[in-house]
T-cell receptor, first 113, second 114 residues
């Protein structure tokens, strides 16, 4: 089993709709992070949620964390064509807030204009 | 927060050749990381580098790989005797100054081994 698995693997929606991506993980975490990657580009940090937080907002992004279920969700509201990208969750090692992150396989989001 | 700059953006090399990938931090940073992403696969941690020493490394980071900061500015990843399976995107990253754990990645260097 893998740490940090996203669901679904691919998602196609119309512009204006909301997009929800889920991430499950196996071990205890200090925080969970979401990153975006446009095709062929580097990863861009979107948002970090700590283990003692349940929900966090940043612009059109809303992240939730359920440590009892070891899962997180990323919601993008009012999606735009520019949101088309792959989205990854990432977690540090157990008991560590450091940067040796384990990434999930990602959700490929396509937003159709 | 500004990202790091990586060169080259794309390198094609023959199997068995040595490759050096470079990362230039914009700010005077101490903590750097190299990650790898084979096409269609997950982003994988390779190594972390703190204050001119390897801090942590993954199982992937074997004797074929080395990192250094030769001039106090550039941060390099050297791959000796490249193999076909080394073909991937290699990302350099630096940690955020807030110390909360987020990473700021460069645009990556695409390595193609023929």
């Amino acid at each position: 089993s893998q740490q940090g698995e996203e669901d679904p693997q691919a998602l196609s929606i119309q512009e204006g709709e909301n997009a929800t991506m889920n991430c499950s993980y196996k071990t205890s975490i200090n925080n969970l992070q979401w990153y975006r990657q446009n095709s062929g580009r580097g990863l861009v940090h979107l948002i970090l949620i700590r283990s003692n937080e349940r929900e966090k907002h940043s612009g059109r992004l809303r992240v939730t964390l359920d440590t009892s279920k070891k899962s997180s969700s990323l919601l993008i509201t009012a999606s735009r064509a520019a949101d088309t990208a792959s989205y990854f969750c990432a977690t540090p090692p157990p008991g560590n807030a450091g940067n040796m992150l384990t990434f999930g396989g990602g959700t490929r989001l396509m937003v159709k204009p | 927060e500004p990202e790091v700059t990586q060169t080259p953006s794309h390198q094609v090399t023959q199997m068995g050749q040595e490759v050096i990938l470079r990362c230039v931090p914009i700010s005077n940073h101490l903590y750097f990381y190299w990650y790898r992403q084979i096409l269609g696969q997950k982003v994988e941690f390779l190594v972390s580098f703190y204050n001119n020493e390897i801090s942590e490394k993954s199982e992937i980071f074997d004797d074929q790989f080395s990192v250094e900061r030769p001039d106090g500015s550039n941060f390099t990843l050297k791959i000796r005797s490249t193999k076909l399976e080394d073909s991937a995107m290699y990302f350099c990253a630096k940690s955020g100054t807030s110390g909360t754990g987020e990473l700021f990645f460069g645009e990556g260097s695409r390595l193609t081994v023929l």
